[in-house]
């Protein structure tokens, strides 16, 4: 069983820079793959960016070169470094985590999720 935090969340302008944190309990931290998706009022939640257990990263298109997600296994923690952040970018952050060697892109492959920190950007 994981649990996962997500922290770092909060109202930014336009143009700024906000780092999400995702804290996740368990000693095998190191073999899950992780991800970070959003959920925007009215909106389907969306994939955000992806890292393997392996650290290879994936973003989705809208994010890319403006996001970095990252771990470190030593802390048992993923961030995502988002910058030149937009007022479409705000939506519910979510952590999710899914063991074992597999890197999934698709919402419902991950076995557990964060309770989503709220990102709001003002224009």
């Known amino acids: 069983q994981v649990q996962l935090v997500e922290s770092g969340g909060g109202l930014v302008q336009a143009g700024n820079s906000l780092t999400l944190s995702c804290a996740a309990s368990?000693?095998?931290?190191?073999?899950?793959?992780m991800a970070w998706f959003r959920q925007a009022p009215g909106k389907e939640r969306e994939f955000v960016a992806r890292?393997?257990?392996?650290?290879?990263?994936d973003y989705a298109d809208f994010v890319k070169g403006r996001f970095t997600i990252s771990r470190d296994n030593a802390k048992n923690t993923v961030s995502l470094q988002m910058n030149s952040l937009k007022p479409e970018d705000t939506a519910v952050y979510y952590c999710?985590?899914?063991?074992?060697?597999?890197?999934?892109?698709?919402?419902?492959?991950?076995?557990?999720w964060g309770q989503g920190t709220q990102v709001t950007v003002s224009s």
């Open positions: 999710a985590a899914v063991y074992g060697g597999v890197w999934p892109k698709v919402e419902r492959s991950y076995s557990y």
């Open positions: 368990g000693r095998t931290f190191s073999s899950y793959a």
């Open positions: 890292i393997s257990s392996g650290g290879n990263t």
